[in-house]
Protein backbone atom coordinates (compact mmCIF):
# COMPACT_ATOMS: atom_id res chain seq x y z
CA UNK A 1 0.00 0.00 0.00
CA UNK A 2 1.33 3.37 -0.91
CA UNK A 3 1.76 6.31 1.61
CA UNK A 4 0.30 9.56 0.43
CA UNK A 5 1.40 12.90 0.26
CA UNK A 6 0.26 16.76 -0.47
CA UNK A 7 2.57 19.00 -1.65
CA UNK A 8 1.43 22.78 -1.40
CA UNK A 9 -1.89 21.47 -2.98
CA UNK A 10 -4.11 24.76 -3.52
CA UNK A 11 -7.43 25.45 -5.26
CA UNK A 12 -10.74 27.09 -4.83
CA UNK A 13 -10.92 25.94 -0.86
CA UNK A 14 -7.13 24.79 -0.12
CA UNK A 15 -4.30 26.86 0.97
CA UNK A 16 -0.89 25.14 0.61
CA UNK A 17 -1.81 21.89 1.85
CA UNK A 18 1.07 19.47 2.66
CA UNK A 19 0.42 16.51 4.38
CA UNK A 20 1.49 12.65 4.42
CA UNK A 21 0.00 9.97 5.59
CA UNK A 22 2.25 6.45 5.87
CA UNK A 23 1.95 3.63 4.26
CA UNK A 24 -1.15 1.52 5.64
CA UNK A 25 -1.85 4.46 8.49
CA UNK A 26 -4.97 5.99 9.04
CA UNK A 27 -5.15 9.90 8.81
CA UNK A 28 -8.35 11.74 10.36
CA UNK A 29 -8.61 15.12 9.00
CA UNK A 30 -10.75 17.00 11.40
CA UNK A 31 -12.06 20.42 10.95
CA UNK A 32 -15.91 22.49 11.37
CA UNK A 33 -17.96 22.10 8.65
CA UNK A 34 -17.01 24.11 5.68
CA UNK A 35 -13.35 23.68 6.40
CA UNK A 36 -12.51 21.86 3.70
CA UNK A 37 -11.94 18.42 4.62
CA UNK A 38 -13.80 16.86 1.81
CA UNK A 39 -12.49 19.43 -1.41
CA UNK A 40 -9.03 17.61 -0.06
CA UNK A 41 -10.12 13.88 -0.02
CA UNK A 42 -11.89 15.26 -3.57
CA UNK A 43 -8.07 16.66 -4.63
CA UNK A 44 -6.44 13.21 -3.50
CA UNK A 45 -9.38 11.32 -5.52
CA UNK A 46 -8.58 13.06 -8.52
CA UNK A 47 -11.84 15.20 -9.05
CA UNK A 48 -11.64 18.59 -8.70
CA UNK A 49 -9.06 20.67 -10.03
CA UNK A 50 -6.05 21.63 -7.83
CA UNK A 51 -2.31 23.13 -7.90
CA UNK A 52 0.45 21.64 -6.58
CA UNK A 53 0.47 17.84 -6.80
CA UNK A 54 -0.54 14.80 -5.37
CA UNK A 55 2.03 11.79 -4.80
CA UNK A 56 1.11 7.82 -4.06
CA UNK A 57 4.58 6.43 -2.84
CA UNK A 58 6.41 9.30 -4.03
CA UNK A 59 5.22 8.83 -7.48
CA UNK A 60 2.94 11.89 -8.45
CA UNK A 61 -0.69 11.25 -9.74
CA UNK A 62 -1.68 14.32 -10.87
CA UNK A 63 -2.06 13.46 -14.49
CA UNK A 64 -4.03 10.37 -13.78
CA UNK A 65 -7.97 10.30 -14.01
CA UNK A 66 -9.52 9.35 -10.87
CA UNK A 67 -10.88 5.75 -12.56
CA UNK A 68 -7.30 5.02 -13.17
CA UNK A 69 -6.28 6.26 -9.10
CA UNK A 70 -7.24 3.29 -7.64
CA UNK A 71 -8.68 4.55 -4.80
CA UNK A 72 -11.86 3.71 -2.92
CA UNK A 73 -13.98 6.95 -2.47
CA UNK A 74 -16.66 7.14 0.02
CA UNK A 75 -18.49 9.83 0.04
CA UNK A 76 -20.68 11.23 3.03
CA UNK A 77 -23.93 11.02 0.13
CA UNK A 78 -22.76 7.17 -0.09
CA UNK A 79 -23.80 7.55 -3.71
CA UNK A 80 -25.16 3.75 -3.59
CA UNK A 81 -26.42 3.59 -7.23
CA UNK A 82 -30.16 3.13 -6.90
CA UNK A 83 -31.10 1.45 -9.85
CA UNK A 84 -28.55 -1.34 -8.88
CA UNK A 85 -29.00 -4.13 -6.01
CA UNK A 86 -26.44 -4.47 -2.89
CA UNK A 87 -24.56 -7.07 -5.13
CA UNK A 88 -24.38 -5.23 -8.32
CA UNK A 89 -23.60 -2.05 -6.59
CA UNK A 90 -20.55 -4.10 -4.84
CA UNK A 91 -19.83 -5.63 -8.44
CA UNK A 92 -19.63 -2.17 -10.26
CA UNK A 93 -16.44 -1.22 -9.46
CA UNK A 94 -14.89 -4.85 -10.68
CA UNK A 95 -16.51 -4.97 -13.87
CA UNK A 96 -15.28 -1.36 -15.02
CA UNK A 97 -12.15 -3.48 -14.44
CA UNK A 98 -12.76 -5.76 -16.66
CA UNK A 99 -12.37 -8.93 -13.49
CA UNK A 100 -14.40 -12.28 -15.62
CA UNK A 101 -17.27 -12.70 -14.20
CA UNK A 102 -16.58 -15.85 -11.99
CA UNK A 103 -14.32 -13.62 -10.65
CA UNK A 104 -16.44 -10.68 -9.94
CA UNK A 105 -19.24 -13.13 -8.41
CA UNK A 106 -16.32 -14.55 -6.30
CA UNK A 107 -15.25 -11.28 -4.80
CA UNK A 108 -19.10 -10.00 -4.32
CA UNK A 109 -19.67 -13.27 -2.19
CA UNK A 110 -16.14 -12.35 -0.52
CA UNK A 111 -17.39 -8.72 0.12
CA UNK A 112 -20.70 -9.45 1.51
CA UNK A 113 -19.09 -11.70 3.73
CA UNK A 114 -16.43 -9.97 4.72
CA UNK A 115 -19.32 -7.05 5.42
CA UNK A 116 -21.89 -9.70 7.37
CA UNK A 117 -24.35 -8.92 4.99
CA UNK A 118 -24.71 -11.79 2.65
CA UNK A 119 -28.57 -11.70 3.24
CA UNK A 120 -29.06 -8.15 1.78
CA UNK A 121 -27.40 -8.81 -1.41
CA UNK A 122 -30.62 -8.94 -3.61
CA UNK A 123 -31.71 -5.74 -1.77
CA UNK A 124 -32.12 -2.22 -3.73
CA UNK A 125 -30.41 1.15 -1.67
CA UNK A 126 -34.13 2.33 -1.14
CA UNK A 127 -35.05 -0.60 0.97
CA UNK A 128 -31.81 -0.69 3.17
CA UNK A 129 -31.70 0.84 6.20
CA UNK A 130 -29.00 3.66 7.37
CA UNK A 131 -26.44 1.69 8.48
CA UNK A 132 -26.77 -1.45 5.97
CA UNK A 133 -26.38 0.99 3.30
CA UNK A 134 -23.14 2.14 5.05
CA UNK A 135 -21.99 -1.57 4.59
CA UNK A 136 -22.79 -1.96 0.97
CA UNK A 137 -21.07 1.15 0.39
CA UNK A 138 -17.65 0.36 1.98
CA UNK A 139 -18.06 -2.91 0.73
CA UNK A 140 -18.05 -1.36 -2.98
CA UNK A 141 -15.68 1.09 -2.03
CA UNK A 142 -13.63 -1.80 -0.89
CA UNK A 143 -14.30 -4.42 -3.14
CA UNK A 144 -11.47 -3.71 -6.30
CA UNK A 145 -8.81 -3.88 -3.59
CA UNK A 146 -7.49 -0.31 -3.95
CA UNK A 147 -4.72 1.12 -2.16
CA UNK A 148 -5.77 4.33 -0.67
CA UNK A 149 -9.36 4.17 0.94
CA UNK A 150 -11.15 7.73 1.61
CA UNK A 151 -13.90 7.98 4.04
CA UNK A 152 -15.89 11.56 3.96
CA UNK A 153 -17.70 11.47 7.38
CA UNK A 154 -19.02 7.61 7.02
CA UNK A 155 -21.02 7.94 9.90
CA UNK A 156 -22.64 11.20 10.56
CA UNK A 157 -26.20 10.10 9.48
CA UNK A 158 -26.05 7.21 11.48
CA UNK A 159 -27.57 6.69 15.38
CA UNK A 160 -24.85 7.12 18.15
CA UNK A 161 -25.46 2.99 18.84
CA UNK A 162 -24.96 2.10 14.96
CA UNK A 163 -21.79 4.87 14.61
CA UNK A 164 -19.72 3.48 17.38
CA UNK A 165 -20.45 -0.19 15.85
CA UNK A 166 -19.61 0.99 12.87
CA UNK A 167 -16.34 3.07 13.81
CA UNK A 168 -15.10 -0.19 15.67
CA UNK A 169 -15.48 -1.81 12.41
CA UNK A 170 -13.77 0.18 9.90
CA UNK A 171 -10.91 0.36 12.04
CA UNK A 172 -10.82 -3.54 12.44
CA UNK A 173 -11.30 -3.32 8.66
CA UNK A 174 -8.36 -0.64 7.78
CA UNK A 175 -6.12 -2.79 10.08
CA UNK A 176 -6.66 -6.05 9.09
CA UNK A 177 -6.33 -5.00 5.15
CA UNK A 178 -3.42 -2.61 6.04
CA UNK A 179 -4.98 -0.02 3.72
CA UNK A 180 -3.72 3.52 4.04
CA UNK A 181 -6.87 5.40 4.81
CA UNK A 182 -8.15 9.42 4.95
CA UNK A 183 -11.11 9.87 6.91
CA UNK A 184 -12.66 12.83 7.39
CA UNK A 185 -15.02 13.92 10.12
CA UNK A 186 -15.89 16.67 12.35
CA UNK A 187 -16.22 14.93 15.72
CA UNK A 188 -13.71 14.93 17.72
CA UNK A 189 -14.09 11.69 19.80
CA UNK A 190 -14.77 9.73 16.98
CA UNK A 191 -11.18 11.48 15.17
CA UNK A 192 -9.35 10.39 18.92
CA UNK A 193 -10.90 6.94 18.43
CA UNK A 194 -10.15 6.05 14.50
CA UNK A 195 -6.75 8.03 13.84
CA UNK A 196 -3.68 7.34 14.53
CA UNK A 197 -2.72 10.70 13.69
CA UNK A 198 -5.56 13.51 13.09
CA UNK A 199 -4.93 16.72 10.95
CA UNK A 200 -6.75 19.33 12.11
CA UNK A 201 -8.19 21.32 8.96
CA UNK A 202 -9.61 25.07 9.35
CA UNK A 203 -10.19 27.18 6.65
CA UNK A 204 -8.62 25.23 3.50
CA UNK A 205 -5.34 24.93 5.58
CA UNK A 206 -3.71 22.50 7.75
CA UNK A 207 -3.62 23.98 11.33
CA UNK A 208 -1.76 21.21 13.07
CA UNK A 209 -0.79 17.38 12.47
CA UNK A 210 -0.05 15.14 15.38
CA UNK A 211 -1.62 12.31 17.87
CA UNK A 212 -4.81 13.57 19.76
CA UNK A 213 -2.25 13.75 22.98
CA UNK A 214 0.09 15.67 21.01
CA UNK A 215 -2.71 18.00 19.86
CA UNK A 216 -4.98 18.13 22.81
CA UNK A 217 -2.02 18.60 25.13
CA UNK A 218 0.36 20.93 22.82
CA UNK A 219 -2.11 22.88 20.92
CA UNK A 220 -0.06 24.81 18.30
CA UNK A 221 -2.56 28.02 18.71
CA UNK A 222 -5.92 29.45 20.21
CA UNK A 223 -7.87 28.67 17.03
CA UNK A 224 -6.94 25.09 17.42
CA UNK A 225 -7.37 25.24 21.38
CA UNK A 226 -10.98 26.56 20.91
CA UNK A 227 -11.80 24.14 18.36
CA UNK A 228 -10.73 21.07 20.45
CA UNK A 229 -12.78 22.70 23.56
CA UNK A 230 -10.25 24.86 25.01
CA UNK A 231 -8.95 22.50 27.58
CA UNK A 232 -7.41 23.40 31.00
CA UNK A 233 -4.25 22.07 30.72
CA UNK A 234 -2.24 21.74 34.24
CA UNK A 235 1.22 20.51 34.78
CA UNK A 236 1.50 17.80 37.39
CA UNK A 237 4.83 18.38 40.05
CA UNK A 238 4.67 14.61 41.22
CA UNK A 239 2.38 11.94 41.54
CA UNK A 240 1.94 9.32 44.42
CA UNK A 241 -0.50 6.11 43.75
CA UNK A 242 -3.11 5.39 45.75
CA UNK A 243 -4.51 2.56 45.07
CA UNK A 244 -4.64 0.34 41.88
CA UNK A 245 -5.38 2.69 39.15
CA UNK A 246 -5.91 5.95 40.56
CA UNK A 247 -2.63 8.36 40.88
CA UNK A 248 -2.87 12.09 42.74
CA UNK A 249 -0.87 14.04 41.05
CA UNK A 250 -0.02 17.57 42.93
CA UNK A 251 -0.20 20.69 40.70
CA UNK A 252 0.38 24.13 42.15
CA UNK A 253 -1.38 23.67 45.31
CA UNK A 254 -4.32 21.04 44.32
CA UNK A 255 -3.72 17.67 44.75
CA UNK A 256 -6.33 16.33 42.01
CA UNK A 257 -6.83 12.37 41.79
CA UNK A 258 -7.12 11.05 38.04
CA UNK A 259 -7.10 7.57 36.36
CA UNK A 260 -3.72 5.95 35.99
CA UNK A 261 -2.06 5.40 33.31
CA UNK A 262 1.27 3.08 34.40
CA UNK A 263 4.20 5.41 32.95
CA UNK A 264 3.73 8.34 35.31
CA UNK A 265 2.00 11.67 34.74
CA UNK A 266 3.54 14.79 33.51
CA UNK A 267 0.40 16.32 32.43
CA UNK A 268 -3.31 16.50 33.15
CA UNK A 269 -6.12 17.82 31.33
CA UNK A 270 -9.63 18.38 31.74
CA UNK A 271 -12.44 19.95 29.35
CA UNK A 272 -14.62 22.94 30.77
CA UNK A 273 -17.72 21.41 30.71
CA UNK A 274 -16.34 18.53 32.83
CA UNK A 275 -15.97 20.88 35.90
CA UNK A 276 -18.58 21.79 37.53
CA UNK A 277 -19.29 24.57 39.48
CA UNK A 278 -21.69 24.67 43.06
CA UNK A 279 -22.15 27.58 45.49
CA UNK A 280 -22.46 25.06 48.56
CA UNK A 281 -19.93 22.12 49.80
CA UNK A 282 -20.96 19.26 47.90
CA UNK A 283 -21.24 16.21 49.39
CA UNK A 284 -19.50 13.45 49.00
CA UNK A 285 -16.03 12.18 49.32
CA UNK A 286 -13.48 15.01 49.33
CA UNK A 287 -12.05 13.88 45.87
CA UNK A 288 -11.28 16.71 43.28
CA UNK A 289 -13.38 18.92 44.89
CA UNK A 290 -11.73 22.30 45.39
CA UNK A 291 -12.63 25.90 46.45
CA UNK A 292 -12.10 28.31 43.60
CA UNK A 293 -13.08 31.89 43.23
CA UNK A 294 -15.11 33.58 40.29
CA UNK A 295 -12.71 36.04 38.19
CA UNK A 296 -14.96 36.47 35.17
CA UNK A 297 -18.17 35.18 33.29
CA UNK A 298 -18.97 34.96 29.70
CA UNK A 299 -22.38 34.28 28.66
CA UNK A 300 -23.29 32.55 25.20
CA UNK A 301 -26.76 31.79 23.87
CA UNK A 302 -27.29 28.97 26.62
CA UNK A 303 -23.92 28.34 28.32
CA UNK A 304 -21.96 30.40 30.07
CA UNK A 305 -18.28 30.09 29.97
CA UNK A 306 -16.48 30.68 34.01
CA UNK A 307 -12.92 32.13 34.94
CA UNK A 308 -11.90 30.87 38.04
CA UNK A 309 -9.14 31.16 40.30
CA UNK A 310 -7.84 28.06 41.83
CA UNK A 311 -5.21 27.13 44.29
CA UNK A 312 -2.59 29.11 41.77
CA UNK A 313 -4.28 27.90 38.66
CA UNK A 314 -6.54 29.87 36.37
CA UNK A 315 -9.57 27.15 35.13
CA UNK A 316 -12.09 27.55 33.00
CA UNK A 317 -15.62 25.92 33.48
CA UNK A 318 -18.67 25.72 30.93
CA UNK A 319 -22.00 25.42 32.14
CA UNK A 320 -26.02 26.27 31.05
CA UNK A 321 -26.47 29.50 31.63
CA UNK A 322 -29.74 28.67 33.25
CA UNK A 323 -28.06 26.77 35.93
CA UNK A 324 -25.99 30.01 36.11
CA UNK A 325 -28.68 32.31 36.39
CA UNK A 326 -30.19 29.53 38.80
CA UNK A 327 -27.25 29.72 41.81
CA UNK A 328 -26.70 33.21 41.01
CA UNK A 329 -22.96 33.51 39.90
CA UNK A 330 -21.53 36.50 40.16
CA UNK A 331 -18.23 37.65 39.14
CA UNK A 332 -15.97 37.51 42.87
CA UNK A 333 -18.05 34.78 44.52
CA UNK A 334 -16.24 32.02 46.08
CA UNK A 335 -17.64 29.25 44.55
CA UNK A 336 -16.96 25.26 44.78
CA UNK A 337 -15.80 22.89 42.37
CA UNK A 338 -15.78 19.58 41.14
CA UNK A 339 -13.28 17.76 38.36
CA UNK A 340 -15.06 14.94 36.44
CA UNK A 341 -12.17 12.35 37.71
CA UNK A 342 -12.84 9.98 34.58
CA UNK A 343 -12.67 12.84 32.12
CA UNK A 344 -9.62 13.71 33.07
CA UNK A 345 -6.81 12.96 30.14
CA UNK A 346 -3.51 12.35 31.30
CA UNK A 347 -0.04 12.57 29.30
CA UNK A 348 2.83 10.92 30.23
CA UNK A 349 5.87 12.09 27.97
CA UNK A 350 6.93 15.60 28.13
CA UNK A 351 5.58 17.63 25.34
CA UNK B 1 -60.57 2.39 0.16
CA UNK B 2 -60.57 3.04 -3.67
CA UNK B 3 -57.39 1.88 -3.80
CA UNK B 4 -58.81 -1.72 -2.85
CA UNK B 5 -61.50 -1.77 -6.17
CA UNK B 6 -60.32 -3.97 -9.21
CA UNK B 7 -59.08 -2.52 -11.88
CA UNK B 8 -62.45 -3.59 -13.75
CA UNK B 9 -64.21 -0.95 -12.02
CA UNK B 10 -62.09 1.70 -13.75
CA UNK B 11 -64.49 0.57 -16.80
CA UNK B 12 -67.86 1.81 -14.89
CA UNK B 13 -67.84 5.54 -15.41
CA UNK B 14 -67.28 4.60 -19.36
CA UNK B 15 -70.16 2.23 -19.12
CA UNK B 16 -72.51 4.97 -17.29
CA UNK B 17 -71.55 7.53 -20.03
CA UNK B 18 -71.87 5.30 -22.90
CA UNK B 19 -75.83 4.22 -21.62
CA UNK B 20 -76.32 7.89 -20.80
CA UNK B 21 -75.61 8.73 -23.87
CA UNK B 22 -77.34 6.30 -25.80
CA UNK B 23 -80.40 7.23 -23.26
CA UNK B 24 -80.76 10.93 -24.47
CA UNK B 25 -79.98 10.21 -28.25
CA UNK B 26 -82.87 7.28 -27.91
CA UNK B 27 -85.39 9.52 -26.14
CA UNK B 28 -84.16 12.48 -28.69
CA UNK B 29 -83.45 14.98 -25.68
CA UNK B 30 -81.94 16.90 -28.25
CA UNK B 31 -83.63 18.67 -31.23
CA UNK B 32 -82.57 17.20 -34.54
CA UNK B 33 -81.36 13.20 -34.37
CA UNK B 34 -79.13 13.08 -37.21
CA UNK B 35 -77.11 15.52 -35.60
CA UNK B 36 -76.66 12.90 -32.68
CA UNK B 37 -76.50 9.49 -33.30
CA UNK B 38 -76.81 6.90 -30.53
CA UNK B 39 -74.12 4.91 -29.27
CA UNK B 40 -75.54 1.94 -30.65
CA UNK B 41 -76.03 3.66 -34.41
CA UNK B 42 -72.61 4.43 -34.06
CA UNK B 43 -71.19 0.86 -33.43
CA UNK B 44 -73.29 0.16 -36.33
CA UNK B 45 -71.66 2.43 -38.39
CA UNK B 46 -67.86 1.20 -37.04
CA UNK B 47 -68.33 -1.93 -38.25
CA UNK B 48 -69.83 -1.14 -41.56
CA UNK B 49 -66.74 1.11 -41.66
CA UNK B 50 -64.55 -2.18 -41.02
CA UNK B 51 -66.42 -4.32 -43.30
CA UNK B 52 -66.18 -1.95 -46.03
CA UNK B 53 -62.36 -1.47 -45.32
CA UNK B 54 -62.46 2.08 -45.91
CA UNK B 55 -61.45 2.64 -41.66
CA UNK B 56 -58.94 -0.10 -41.94
CA UNK B 57 -57.45 1.71 -44.97
CA UNK B 58 -57.58 5.40 -43.32
CA UNK B 59 -56.03 3.95 -39.61
CA UNK B 60 -53.38 2.27 -41.21
CA UNK B 61 -52.42 4.82 -43.25
CA UNK B 62 -52.57 7.13 -40.43
CA UNK B 63 -50.62 4.93 -37.91
CA UNK B 64 -47.34 4.01 -40.61
CA UNK B 65 -46.94 7.82 -40.30
CA UNK B 66 -47.07 7.94 -36.58
CA UNK B 67 -44.64 4.58 -36.07
CA UNK B 68 -42.22 6.22 -39.01
CA UNK B 69 -41.82 9.92 -37.90
CA UNK B 70 -42.28 9.01 -34.42
CA UNK B 71 -39.62 6.38 -34.25
CA UNK B 72 -37.05 8.61 -36.35
CA UNK B 73 -37.99 11.44 -34.03
CA UNK B 74 -37.56 10.06 -31.11
CA UNK B 75 -34.22 8.48 -31.52
CA UNK B 76 -32.82 11.06 -33.52
CA UNK B 77 -33.90 13.10 -30.14
CA UNK B 78 -32.96 10.95 -28.14
CA UNK B 79 -29.13 10.85 -29.36
CA UNK B 80 -28.90 14.51 -29.62
CA UNK B 81 -30.63 14.84 -26.14
CA UNK B 82 -27.83 12.14 -24.60
CA UNK B 83 -25.16 13.89 -26.17
CA UNK B 84 -26.40 17.69 -25.09
CA UNK B 85 -26.86 16.30 -21.52
CA UNK B 86 -23.69 14.66 -21.27
CA UNK B 87 -21.05 16.53 -23.05
CA UNK B 88 -21.28 20.48 -22.44
CA UNK B 89 -19.98 21.44 -25.84
CA UNK B 90 -22.53 20.08 -27.62
CA UNK B 91 -24.98 21.19 -24.95
CA UNK B 92 -23.80 25.01 -25.96
CA UNK B 93 -23.31 24.48 -29.54
CA UNK B 94 -27.16 22.89 -29.92
CA UNK B 95 -28.53 24.16 -27.07
CA UNK B 96 -29.46 27.94 -28.13
CA UNK B 97 -30.80 26.74 -31.54
CA UNK B 98 -32.79 23.80 -30.29
CA UNK B 99 -34.17 26.40 -27.27
CA UNK B 100 -35.20 29.22 -30.21
CA UNK B 101 -37.01 26.25 -32.61
CA UNK B 102 -38.32 24.27 -29.93
CA UNK B 103 -41.32 26.48 -28.65
CA UNK B 104 -42.42 26.93 -32.52
CA UNK B 105 -45.75 24.59 -32.84
CA UNK B 106 -45.43 21.62 -34.97
CA UNK B 107 -48.32 22.60 -37.50
CA UNK B 108 -46.55 25.64 -37.85
CA UNK B 109 -44.34 24.39 -40.32
CA UNK B 110 -46.81 22.79 -42.49
CA UNK B 111 -46.81 25.51 -44.77
CA UNK B 112 -43.08 25.53 -45.10
CA UNK B 113 -43.57 21.73 -45.53
CA UNK B 114 -46.07 21.65 -47.95
CA UNK B 115 -44.08 23.80 -50.16
CA UNK B 116 -40.97 22.36 -49.58
CA UNK B 117 -41.52 18.97 -49.71
CA UNK B 118 -45.40 18.65 -51.18
CA UNK B 119 -48.30 16.90 -50.81
CA UNK B 120 -47.06 13.02 -50.55
CA UNK B 121 -46.33 10.87 -47.89
CA UNK B 122 -43.10 12.10 -46.76
CA UNK B 123 -45.23 15.49 -45.21
CA UNK B 124 -47.02 14.34 -42.31
CA UNK B 125 -44.20 11.66 -41.69
CA UNK B 126 -42.16 14.93 -41.23
CA UNK B 127 -44.25 16.99 -39.13
CA UNK B 128 -43.95 14.19 -36.75
CA UNK B 129 -40.40 14.18 -36.51
CA UNK B 130 -40.39 17.47 -36.12
CA UNK B 131 -43.09 17.59 -33.35
CA UNK B 132 -41.30 14.74 -31.62
CA UNK B 133 -37.54 14.86 -32.04
CA UNK B 134 -37.60 18.45 -30.00
CA UNK B 135 -39.79 18.10 -27.42
CA UNK B 136 -37.62 14.42 -26.92
CA UNK B 137 -33.95 15.77 -27.64
CA UNK B 138 -35.35 18.54 -24.78
CA UNK B 139 -36.38 16.07 -22.06
CA UNK B 140 -33.41 13.82 -22.47
CA UNK B 141 -30.93 16.73 -22.51
CA UNK B 142 -32.62 17.88 -18.81
CA UNK B 143 -32.76 14.31 -17.58
CA UNK B 144 -29.67 13.27 -18.67
CA UNK B 145 -27.89 16.37 -16.69
CA UNK B 146 -30.29 16.29 -13.38
CA UNK B 147 -28.18 13.08 -12.79
CA UNK B 148 -27.02 13.74 -9.40
CA UNK B 149 -23.06 14.30 -9.55
CA UNK B 150 -22.12 12.10 -6.62
CA UNK B 151 -22.93 9.14 -8.28
CA UNK B 152 -20.91 9.98 -11.62
CA UNK B 153 -18.09 11.26 -9.13
CA UNK B 154 -18.82 7.26 -7.01
CA UNK B 155 -18.46 5.38 -10.82
CA UNK B 156 -15.29 7.27 -11.63
CA UNK B 157 -13.60 6.59 -8.56
CA UNK B 158 -14.63 3.38 -9.02
CA UNK B 159 -12.61 3.00 -12.57
CA UNK B 160 -15.71 3.17 -14.62
CA UNK B 161 -14.43 5.07 -18.01
CA UNK B 162 -16.50 8.21 -19.41
CA UNK B 163 -18.51 6.02 -21.80
CA UNK B 164 -19.27 3.63 -18.60
CA UNK B 165 -20.18 6.25 -16.39
CA UNK B 166 -22.67 6.50 -19.29
CA UNK B 167 -23.87 3.96 -20.04
CA UNK B 168 -24.10 2.12 -16.56
CA UNK B 169 -24.90 5.15 -13.91
CA UNK B 170 -25.86 7.98 -16.17
CA UNK B 171 -28.54 6.87 -19.04
CA UNK B 172 -30.79 4.27 -16.53
CA UNK B 173 -31.09 7.01 -13.31
CA UNK B 174 -32.48 9.29 -15.99
CA UNK B 175 -34.80 6.75 -18.15
CA UNK B 176 -37.80 7.62 -15.84
CA UNK B 177 -37.91 11.38 -17.16
CA UNK B 178 -36.57 10.18 -21.15
CA UNK B 179 -39.84 7.93 -21.07
CA UNK B 180 -42.03 10.88 -19.43
CA UNK B 181 -40.88 12.58 -22.70
CA UNK B 182 -41.47 9.43 -24.97
CA UNK B 183 -44.91 9.20 -23.36
CA UNK B 184 -46.06 12.53 -23.70
CA UNK B 185 -44.92 12.82 -27.37
CA UNK B 186 -46.55 9.48 -28.55
CA UNK B 187 -50.02 10.88 -27.89
CA UNK B 188 -48.96 14.13 -29.73
CA UNK B 189 -47.59 12.72 -32.60
CA UNK B 190 -51.12 11.16 -32.66
CA UNK B 191 -52.85 14.91 -32.49
CA UNK B 192 -50.59 15.92 -34.74
CA UNK B 193 -51.26 13.65 -38.02
CA UNK B 194 -55.06 14.01 -37.78
CA UNK B 195 -54.43 17.82 -37.87
CA UNK B 196 -52.27 17.51 -40.52
CA UNK B 197 -54.54 14.98 -42.59
CA UNK B 198 -57.44 17.06 -42.11
CA UNK B 199 -56.08 20.72 -43.75
CA UNK B 200 -53.25 18.84 -46.44
CA UNK B 201 -53.29 15.34 -46.56
CA UNK B 202 -55.94 13.38 -48.85
CA UNK B 203 -55.81 10.45 -46.70
CA UNK B 204 -55.81 9.12 -43.39
CA UNK B 205 -58.46 9.54 -40.41
CA UNK B 206 -58.08 12.84 -40.60
CA UNK B 207 -59.01 13.35 -44.34
CA UNK B 208 -61.58 10.54 -43.54
CA UNK B 209 -62.81 12.93 -41.19
CA UNK B 210 -63.14 15.75 -42.78
CA UNK B 211 -64.77 13.98 -45.78
CA UNK B 212 -67.47 12.48 -43.10
CA UNK B 213 -68.01 16.27 -42.34
CA UNK B 214 -69.01 17.50 -45.55
CA UNK B 215 -71.22 14.82 -46.22
CA UNK B 216 -72.64 15.37 -42.53
CA UNK B 217 -71.78 11.66 -41.49
CA UNK B 218 -71.94 12.31 -37.73
CA UNK B 219 -71.52 8.60 -36.55
CA UNK B 220 -68.34 8.68 -39.27
CA UNK B 221 -67.08 11.64 -36.94
CA UNK B 222 -67.71 10.01 -33.99
CA UNK B 223 -66.01 6.83 -34.76
CA UNK B 224 -63.02 7.99 -35.85
CA UNK B 225 -62.95 10.37 -32.58
CA UNK B 226 -63.38 6.70 -30.47
CA UNK B 227 -60.97 5.41 -32.97
CA UNK B 228 -57.96 8.08 -32.26
CA UNK B 229 -58.92 7.79 -28.12
CA UNK B 230 -58.19 4.17 -28.15
CA UNK B 231 -55.32 4.65 -30.03
CA UNK B 232 -53.53 7.51 -27.90
CA UNK B 233 -54.59 5.78 -24.90
CA UNK B 234 -52.73 2.48 -25.88
CA UNK B 235 -49.62 4.17 -27.10
CA UNK B 236 -49.30 5.71 -23.79
CA UNK B 237 -49.70 2.78 -21.99
CA UNK B 238 -47.49 0.73 -23.75
CA UNK B 239 -44.44 3.83 -23.20
CA UNK B 240 -45.54 2.80 -19.33
CA UNK B 241 -45.55 -0.26 -19.66
CA UNK B 242 -41.67 -0.77 -21.19
CA UNK B 243 -40.86 2.17 -18.42
CA UNK B 244 -42.22 0.27 -15.70
CA UNK B 245 -40.78 -3.04 -16.63
CA UNK B 246 -36.88 -0.82 -17.17
CA UNK B 247 -37.25 0.66 -14.02
CA UNK B 248 -38.77 -2.51 -11.89
CA UNK B 249 -37.19 -3.26 -8.51
CA UNK B 250 -35.94 0.16 -7.75
CA UNK B 251 -38.07 2.68 -8.13
Known amino acids: ?351 | MINRLKPVWGLLPVVILLALWEITARLELFPGHIFFPSFSEVMQEFFSLMAGGLLVESFSRSLFRVLIGFSAGSVCGLLVGILMGWRELVDRSFGPIISLIYPIPALGWLPLLMLWIGINEMLPIAIIFICSFFPICYTTATGVKCVDKDYIRAARTLGASELKVLTGVILPLALPEIFTGLRLESGMAWRVVIAAEMVAVPTGIGALMMRAESLVRIDIIIVCLMVLSVMCFFFEKCFHYIEQRLTAGWR
Open chain 1, 1 to 351: MPCVELRRVSNFICRNVDLRVEDSGILVLLGSTGAGKTTLLNVIAGLVEYKGSVLFNGVGVDEVPSNKRRIGYLSQSLALFPHLNAASNIAFGLKTRKNPSSKVKKRVKEMLHLMGIEHLSDRYPYNLSGGERQRVALARALAPSPEVLLLDEPLSSLDYKTSKYLRIEIKRLQQKLGITTIYVTHDQREAEEIGDKLAIIHNGAVGQVGTSEEIFFNPLNKQISEFIGSPNILCCEHCRKLVKGLVEVKSGDLNIVVPDNGNGIKKIAILPHDVYVSRNKPPGPDVNRFKGTIIEMESLVNLTSIRLRVGGHILLAEQPTEITKELNLQAGDDVHLILKMPRIKTLSTGL
